[in-house]
């Protein structure tokens, strides 16, 4: 049995993520970044980790590309979004909505409202102030350092904030996806020497949805009404097939086989003469 290492990258488990992030990011930007900076820019974009933020002019794009970390930093720690960069393109921002009824109310709290900045340099100092302020503000009330990013959680929580601790199980996830499909038959005490404090329930998930894909992409090949297998799929069918069934690949009958996959898949498979 060949390993299916090609097969294995489209197979890799998504991350999940509550609702939109994109909207997310757009409805609290002015939180994030500040109203003199919001009203000049816009996220615009959310692709494979890096935002695209329009903004009203090259100066503007300029500034603001000195603060890429800043804002990496404020929006994960704002939102929960896992940034790793952030773009500048100068284009079309519109009128913004007026303030929510939630900014509505904590502006009626503040004591002393902060005027709006008058330049582009002085908006851009103050997000400046305002993230470095709150850095230390957290510092102060004990929150600690996420072993993975950096960033400030609270102390209660784990070692990694929720974004991290969420790739940190993708990642795992991955790593019994692949031995899964290189090394099948060798069952959950094979694996479970590859992989650090491996419970068997953990095992019997991955493999559970490892399984359901599989049979999914089994049945897309049955559907296309195709009558020979690409190597992909012989791979993916042996590795099936061991999964499945539990047993030694020298214990694994034709007639096993032809049961489990139905006589139409088999045929396609092994041809109709094999026995």
Known sequence: MQPLRAALSSWQP?????GDPLSHLRAQWATIVGEDIASNSRPAELIRGSLLVVTRSAAWSQQLSFLSERIVDAVRASTGVALEGVRFRVGRIGSR???SSGRKAAARKRTEPRPAAATLESAVAMFRHDVTSAQRAKASAGWKECNRCGIRIVPETGPS????ANARG????AAIA???????FLGYSGISEHVENLSRDEYERVRAKLLARWWDALMQLQRSGRKRASRRERDIVSSYVLLKTRLDPEKIAPAVVRDLLGEELYKIFYGSDET
Not at 161 to 164: L, N, Y
Not at 170 to 173: P, T, V
């Open 170 to 173: 993708a990642e795992r996830s």
């Open 14 to 18: 998504a991350k999940v993520v509550a």
């Open 97 to 99: 909505p007026g303030p």
């Open 161 to 164: 904030c929720a974004p991290c």
């Open 178 to 184: 692949r031995l899964l499909f290189e090394v099948p």
